[in-house]
């Protein structure tokens, strides 16, 4: 549940009302950016300061939410 917190902060920093509009797929590239924002991606060296929040978001089931 943290992690779809940090995600919704992100999505709302980055304009986005709802958590619905984040998993549009017109909205794909800012869900994207805002992965990469809230995990710390460092794209100089493709390297995550929170790797371990990156794998947890990525195996989030959408379907519960």
């Not at 990469?36 to 995550?48: A, M, P, Q």
């Not at 371990?52 to 990525?58: N, Y």
């Amino acid at each position: 549940m943290r992690e779809i917190g940090r995600l919704v902060l992100q999505f709302q920093e980055n304009v986005l009302s709802c958590i619905e509009d984040c998993f549009q797929s017109k909205n794909r590239d800012l869900l994207i950016k805002s992965v990469k924002e809230v995990t710390g991606f460092n794209s100089g060296t493709d390297e995550y300061k929170i790797p371990s929040l990156a794998l947890k978001i990525g195996h989030i089931n959408l379907t519960t939410i």
